[in-house]
């Protein structure tokens, strides 16, 4: 089954520590995001990937940083200048073409111990 | 400045009813528009979309209606079912017709009561 695979499901992390967030499609997308969703609020776009080897900040881009060597992976590093990470973070990709929704994975939720 | 504005955070509707959730944006480059529903601890699925050629689009129980002038579009659920109790968000995307990273309100809670 095709379909966007976000590992690990929970994730602590110590303080001071950077930590990468898995995620890998298997449908052939063009274009990769990465949300990140607080209590009470919306989805924010951290950064976003419209072809490989390039990627563009979104909204709150300040603490994270992401790669794209594969169509298929996009892994998000939250690292220790994040000051505020716990969160529920959830990536999505979507083929570039008119009228193409996006799609997500079931999410990743990152705790600081 | 908040793009996309879901008002109101949550809505109870009897099993049965209508469900009509709100949204309103103010960017006028936005041209695609999308609902999405979530469960707790799961991601957004797609529900429907709508382009803005168009005012109405339907699929089953789901019809969302775009009104461009007022910047306004609603999603209709008929008849609501206990299992569309999730939070509803409204995103939208800017020309050339949803290439843009999609833009999201904040959410609405609906509860469909029994």
């Known amino acids: 089954d095709g379909g966007i695979t976000q590992s690990p499901k929970y994730l602590f992390r110590k303080e001071g520590q950077n930590v990468t967030l898995s995620c890998e499609q298997n449908l052939n997308h063009d274009a990769m995001y990465w949300y990140r969703q607080d209590p009470g609020q919306g989805l924010r776009l951290i950064y976003y990937s419209q072809i490989v080897n390039d990627f563009q900040k979104g909204d709150i881009a300040e603490g994270y940083s992401v790669s794209r060597e594969k169509k298929e992976s996009f892994p998000l590093t939250v690292t220790s200048a994040q000051k505020n990470p716990t969160a529920f973070y959830l990536c999505?990709?979507?083929?570039?073409?008119?009228?193409?929704?996006?799609?997500f994975g079931d999410g990743t939720r990152l705790s600081i111990l | 400045d908040q793009q996309v504005k879901q008002n109101s955070p949550s809505l109870s509707v009897q099993e049965g009813r209508i469900s009509i959730l709100n949204c309103d944006y103010t960017?006028?480059?936005?041209?695609?528009f999308l609902w999405y529903k979530k469960y707790p601890a799961e991601g957004p699925t797609f529900l429907i979309s709508i382009s803005s050629i168009k005012d109405k689009n339907e699929d089953g129980r789901f019809t969302v209606f775009l009104n461009k002038s007022a910047k306004h579009l609603s999603l209709h659920i008929v008849p609501s079912q206990p299992g569309d109790s999730a939070v509803y968000f409204c995103?939208?995307?800017?020309?050339?017709?949803?290439?843009?990273?999609?833009?999201f309100g904040k959410g609405t809670r609906l509860s469909v009561i029994a």
């Open positions: 995103a939208a995307s800017a020309y050339p017709t949803g290439n843009t990273p999609l833009v």
């Open positions: 999505a990709s979507r083929q570039v073409s008119p009228s193409q929704p996006q799609h």
């Open positions: 960017n006028s480059m936005f041209d695609y």
